[in-house]
């Protein structure tokens, strides 16, 4: 490629905005604002996904669905993706990064008032989920939103009422254990998750 020549891009960007679908599975055709920008070369920043890529659940409506009602734009296809369905790498580290700056800050804050206040771990409580390592009762609780016993509300986001019975016996068992309480915990069982489809 004469960009990569040029020195304008690397080999490596060379090889991930080449576009290869072969018979199987391939990637879809995505929108990546993160390649070097070539629109002055009329060349679009637009790849195929990799297994680096997170796509989000809205997606999966979205995919493989013509754009405008034209049966050309095929999204993902004959259409890129559209940045706002697709978290990239680098994406994913800058949300890392925030989440960690954040927890800094609330980790800070509690410590300042500890006499006040108690930190509760709810990370842990989702990283034991998606090694299924929760359950009540022998009932897993699952990091996904499938029926019957999938963690994430429909969005794929949010806790279901279930899941969030598991959250909040996470802050009555540090309240307990720091001030000696004895508030009762909550049985996720008795809540709803998913519905079954009908």
């Not at 990546?32 to 070369?41: A, E, G, K, P, V």
């Not at 899941?163 to 996470?170: G, L």
């Amino acid at each position: 490629m004469a960009f990569q020549a040029q020195g304008v891009i690397t080999a490596a960007e060379r090889e991930l905005r080449t576009i290869r679908f072969v018979a199987g599975q391939n990637g879809f055709l995505m929108e990546d604002r993160f390649l070097t920008d070539l629109s002055s070369f009329g060349l679009p920043s637009i790849r195929q996904s990799n297994a680096t890529d997170k796509p989000v659940l809205q997606l999966s409506t979205a995919l493989g669905q013509p754009v405008n009602n034209n049966p050309q734009l095929i999204r993902g296809i004959s259409f890129p993706v559209e940045d706002s369905f697709v978290l990239t790498r680098i994406e994913q580290e800058e949300v890392q990064t925030k989440i960690n700056t954040f927890n800094g800050i609330l980790a800070a804050a509690v410590m300042a008032q500890a006499d006040r206040l108690v930190l509760v771990d709810v990370n842990n409580l989702l990283t034991r989920t998606l090694n299924g390592q929760v359950s009540a009762g022998n009932i897993p609780l699952t990091a996904s939103i499938t029926p019957p016993n999938g963690g994430f509300s429909l969005d794929g986001v949010h806790p279901n009422a279930r899941a969030h019975a598991f959250v909040a016996n996470e802050f009555i068992r540090a309240i307990n254990q720091k001030w000696g309480a004895t508030i009762p915990l909550a049985n996720p069982n008795e809540f709803m998750g998913n519905d079954l489809p009908q």
